[in-house]
């Protein structure tokens, strides 16, 4: 799987409701940064990952502009995304056109594929922004 088709199969787990932790570079310097938080650390997008799928559902993801460069063994990518979910808590429904970006590195420890990802790309930053309100 080359870097695009990563990026194209994360908003496949994110629609489906798959585990999106997998997805990410096991280290500390790895960052994640959302609407609403930053989370820094493998260990904090995983808990912050594992919250957001815990708490909401019906996620609608539609990309319109996704450019993805590869090299080696590093990848960016830059994305327009419609993206709505409905908040489990307080059934609220949420609707963004959203920015996002980010960067990947082909990881050697992930070349086995026994996280179920099937791939050894992994998001080493991740940026989604929204740059007006909501709908």
């Given at each position: 799987m080359d870097a695009e088709s990563t990026v194209r199969a994360y908003y496949d787990a994110l629609r489906t409701g798959d585990p999106l932790s997998p997805f990410f570079a096991r280290g500390e310097s790895v960052v994640k940064f959302g609407i609403g938080e930053r989370l820094t650390g493998y260990d904090e997008v995983r808990e912050g990952l594992t919250a957001q799928s815990e708490t909401t559902t019906d996620w609608r993801v539609e990309s319109s502009r996704?450019?993805?460069?590869?090299?080696?063994?590093?990848?960016?990518?830059?994305?327009?995304?419609?993206?709505?979910?409905?908040?489990?808590?307080?059934?609220?429904?949420?609707?963004?056109?959203?920015?996002?970006?980010?960067?990947?590195?082909r990881r050697a420890e992930a070349q086995t594929g026994d996280d179920g990802i099937g791939t050894p790309w992994r998001f080493v930053g991740m940026h989604v922004s929204a740059p007006g309100g909501t709908r």
């Open positions: 996704l450019v993805v460069t590869e090299r080696d063994e590093h990848a960016w990518f830059s994305d327009d995304v419609l993206m709505a979910w409905i908040d489990l808590e307080d059934g609220t429904e949420y609707e963004f056109d959203s920015r996002w970006s980010g960067t990947i590195e």
